[in-house]
Structures are given as structure tokens and as C-alpha cells.
């Protein structure tokens, strides 16, 4: 209760990876104690359902705690968002992922030396690392359901070795809805869940970003924004992780209002991996009272672009990038985005030229019907609101 009323709602992604970590550690810890209070202090027998729940409670657990730390760390930014490689990682992980299993063996065969599952224990907490760290800020909101998936498999195996079946139906719920979520968002992305744990988007991007810019782009103020925003019929506001950095939902929110009295049809296009997690947009748009019937998934929208007046995208990035269907050599060719640029005009609310979470150029920037609006989003915003009402 105390850390959800203190988070501020740009901290909601990384909250939710520590509190799946939690639900790691929590399963470990109750496994690992269950184990050895009936082996080591009550010596009794071990039979197999116990000894193989016991095992995967402690294995899941303890990659899915590990495993959400770092997510939680890259997300705070308190370590890099960037993928950290090196040489035979993979085979390293595979080795690991081995030994755990000839462990969890070994302490069936021989449950009554405590060194094998303690070992375990070791190697589950070393891959949650070793998995995770490999895997940019791109990737995150994928892994942030993933580990969310496995907290709830963890769960799962522990109820079993509890004897608990409330806790085995809750932890399977929230396993199969987490792979569930986790299949869709990689179908968003137009990637496998192999190819995000295997090769995320920071370790492809380097060689497709070496050439560097050449984007030009075409720079618009608060005041000639307003008279855009004032001639448009119709409006689709795109929100991304920038606008929760700038807490700037509420602003959109009297823009949206401000629109509707001057009979403007506004929507909101949601992509399913805008922000740093499943449903990230969903959340801040609802926190600023904004009608959920105005917030359009991306399949039902994108074909709505090219009708529209005029497209406004508010801190994101990667999601509006057309290089996903115009450049086979950008590292995000073939993921689904929205497509933005088919509309009239295209105001972009962007603090600077940063790239986005994939480490790539935007080639919408550049294009003919794009105008930059560059400052902080909440301050820019609550100022086209501003101009607006003079209208």
C-alpha cells in the first residue's frame, strides 16, 4: 500500500517488474523451505510430484526474480537500457540451463544432501541475469509480460508443493493470460519470442544507425500548432513513453476536451507496445479521465490515417516509423506500426531528435507533411491550449 500510493505513474513499469520479481522470490523461498524442513529436519521420504514441484518452484523463481531486478534496473535507468553481449552468452546460458536440470535430478535421486539444490538455487539465480541483460529498453514491454508469466507459473509449482489449490489455479491464470499477452505483443512486433530473448533490438541496431542522419526536418511553433489544430476536422492523438515522462496526460486530456467543444472528432491510436509496458498508454490515459471509448487499438485505426486532418504524436517514437514497411534494412522491417504519415499533416511533440528504445532514426521526421514540435510536452501542450481557447 505504501509503495503504490508513493509511485509516481511514469514509475508503473518498473513497480510492476519488481513486484513480479517479488512473486519469484516468494516462490523460491517457500519451495527451498518447504524442501528443507522435511528433508534435512524432519527426514522424511520425498516423493516425486513434491521433489519435481519443488525443483521448478525454485528454478522459475528464481530466474523470474533475477530476471526482474535487472528489468527493473534498465527500466529506473539505474543501470543501460542498451543489450549487454558478449562472446558465447548463449551457449553459457545453455550450459547453465543443463546443469540446472542434471541438479534438479541429482537432488530426486539424492534429496537428502542439501548441496544440489542448493546449486540450483545459484544457477536459477544466475540466469535470470544472464537472460535478461542481453535484452534493450525496445524489448522490455515483452519482457515485462513475460516475467509476469513466469511469476505466475512459479506460483503455479508452488501451490503443488503447499498442497494449495487456490494458489495453483491463481498462479496458472496468471501464467497462461501472461504467455497469452506476451504472444500478442511479440505478433504486434512481428517478431518471435525467440528472436526478443535470442536478439533483441540493441544488438541489431549498431551497423543501421553507423551512417548517421540526414534527416531534415521542418519545425512548427505553439502558434501556427493552434491554427492547424483549429482548421482540422478530425484528429487522432498517438501517445508514447515521452508523453509519460512528461506527465503530460492530463494537458492532452483539456486538449481533447477543448476539441470536442469545437465539434473535432479526437481518438487515440494505440499501439500494443507503446511505453514500458503491456498496456502502459491504457493506464495514463485512464489516470487523466480520458474516455476509454476514444482509445482505438491499432488494427482498427490504421486504416483511418489517411482520412484523417491531422495526426498528433506525443513522445512516441519507433511505433510511427515508417522505415517498418519502407526499408528492408532497418532493424524493425516488418514490425506493424501505426501509419501516421498517411495523414494530412503530422504535428510530432518531441523534446529533442533522441531516437527511440530500438536506437534508430525516425524517417517520418523527415517527411514532406511532418512538422517538429520541439519543448517539453506538458509545457507545449498546456500553451497550444492556451493559443486555442484565443481562437
Avoid at 540466469?127 to 541483460?133: A, P
Wanted: proline residues 3%; hydrophobic residues 50%.
Amino acid at each position: 500500500m505504501i509503495i503504490a500510493t508513493k509511485v509516481e505513474m511514469t514509475q508503473m513499469p518498473e513497480v510492476v517488474a519488481l513486484f513480479n520479481g517479488f512473486g519469484g522470490l516468494a516462490s523460491l523461498v517457500v519451495a527451498l523451505s518447504d524442501f528443507w524442513l522435511k528433508t534435512q529436519e524432519n527426514y522424511m521420504d520425498l516423493d516425486a510430484v513434491s521433489g519435481i514441484a519443488v525443483s521448478l518452484s525454485i528454478l522459475i523463481g528464481g530466474v523470474t526474480f533475477t530476471g526482474s531486478v535487472i528489468a527493473y534496473l534498465k527500466l529506473s535507468t539505474r543501470i543501460s537500457g542498451n543489450s549487454i553481449v558478449f562472446k558465447g552468452q548463449h551457449l553459457i546460458n545453455l550450459l547453465l540451463l543443463l546443469s540446472a536440470l542434471a541438479f534438479i535430478v541429482l537432488s530426486l535421486l539424492d534429496y537428502t544432501t542439501p548441496v544440489y539444490i542448493l546449486l540450483l538455487v545459484a544457477i536459477a539465480l544466475l540466469l535470470g541475469v544472464l537472460t535478461v541483460i542481453p535484452i534493450g529498453g525496445a524489448d522490455m514491454p515483452v519482457v515485462i509480460s513475460l516475467l509476469n508469466s513466469y511469476s505466475g507459473i512459479a506460483a503455479c509449482t508452488t501451490g503443488f508443493v503447499l498442497n494449495n489449490s487456490v494458489l495453483i489455479v491463481a498462479g496458472a491464470l496468471v501464467g497462461a493470460s501472461g504467455i497469452i499477452l506476451t504472444q500478442i505483443m511479440c505478433k504486434a512486433m512481428n517478431r518471435s519470442l525467440a528472436n526478443v530473448l535470442l536478439g533483441g533490438f540493441g544488438q541489431t541496431t549498431a551497423t543501421a544507425v553507423a551512417g548517421g542522419s540526414d534527416i531534415t526536418v521542418k519545425e512548427v511553433g505553439v502558434e501556427e500548432a493552434a491554427q492547424i489544430f483549429d482548421s482540422a476536422s478530425s484528429i487522432i492523438v498517438v501517445p508514447g513513453y515521452g508523453m509519460a515522462v512528461a506527465q503530460a496526460q492530463h494537458a492532452i486530456r483539456e486538449l481533447s476536451e477543448l476539441c470536442e467543444k469545437r465539434n473535432i472528432n479526437l481518438r487515440f491510436a494505440i499501439h500494443p507496445v507503446a511505453g514500458r509496458m503491456p498496456g502502459h498508454m491504457n493506464v495514463l490515459l485512464a489516470e487523466a479521465n480520458i474516455s476509454y471509448d476514444k482509445l482505438v487499438e491499432m488494427e482498427s485505426i490504421n486504416d483511418d490515417f489517411s482520412n484523417t486532418d491531422l495526426v498528433f504524436v506525443v513522445g512516441a517514437n519507433d511505433v510511427v516509423n515508417p522505415a517498418a514497411h519502407t526499408n528492408p534494412a532497418s532493424p524493425i522491417y516488418g514490425m506493424p506500426v501505426l501509419n501516421v504519415e498517411k495523414a494530412q499533416t503530422v504535428i510530432v511533440s518531441k523534446r529533442s531528435m533522441g531516437k527511440g528504445y530500438a536506437g534508430i532514426e525516425n524517417e517520418l521526421f523527415g517527411y514532406p507533411n511532418c512538422l517538429m514540435l520541439f519543448g517539453d510536452a506538458k509545457q507545449t501542450i498546456t500553451r497550444l491550449v492556451g493559443e486555442l481557447k484565443e481562437l
